[in-house]
């Protein structure tokens, strides 16, 4: 008969060898064919919103700045950290499962011009070697992965037609525009449309907008690593730009 020792060890062994099977089988099985994922509650920050962009404003000490007048002129990005921009893309991860991995930077420069009709230039620029998430192994892997920020720093957008509108909107009104321009990612231009929604507020116009983009697009390959099981073939460029007046 074995001893309660050997008894007690046989026990552990086999529940060892039982999680190794069901993880082997999980992810030699399982995961590929999309049936099982184990799933945590996706803590991503929130898609970017012209309410939220305006809400945060106001709570701002800067939020009290006095309004701008005409909107005729030129505006430059605000110095102080409201404006951002960065990616949202759906990742499958070998530890946590499915997760919407977000990654901001706020390094943001750029200019905007009104001529009391159109808007006639939109030039921004983002240093991408600032891109940060909830993860610093991603970002790591990131400078030398996928976007390679050690060798392309910058994401650029040039605006390549005007945006009409007549006449300044109030404070606090929405407007909504399809913007066309060309992006620079990844050392690789395209022209894009972007949906983008804008408020004049405090003395300052605020910008929100995004668009989905295939990474094939830009030749951005998918990272490799032994946590990352999978990634999706497109993601979203997001961003929140908060001009003032130069």
Known sequence: ???????????????????????????????DEGAF??????????????AAALELLAVRPNGSRQPAGELAGTWVIAQGGESFAGYRVRETLATFGAN????????????????????????????????????????????????ETDTYPTARFRLTSLIQIEGA???????????????????????????????????????????????ADFEIERPVSFSVLSIEERGVLEFQLVFERE
């Open 169 to 215: 909107p109030e404070a606090g009104e929405a407007v909504d525009q399809t913007v066309r321009g060309e992006l620079t990612l990844h050392g690789v231009t395209r022209e894009v449309e972007v949906e983008v929604e804008g408020a004049l507020s405090g003395g300052v116009l605020v910008v929100v907008g995004a668009v989905e983009i295939a990474l």
């Open 37 to 50: 994922h184990f799933v945590i509650e996706d803590e991503a920050p929130p898609k970017v919103s012209l």
């Open 100 to 147: 919407t991995a977000v990654g901001r930077t706020h390094d943001i420069e750029g200019v905007l011009e009104y001529d009391g009709r159109s808007i006639t230039r939109v030039e921004v620029t983002a240093d991408l070697t600032m891109l940060r998430s909830d993860q610093a192994v991603r970002d790591e892997q990131l400078q030398v992965q996928a976007i």
């Open 1 to 31: 008969m074995l001893s309660g020792r050997r008894v007690r060890l046989t026990i552990v062994a086999v529940v060892i060898i039982g999680g190794l099977a069901a993880a082997a089988a999980w992810y030699f099985l399982i995961r």
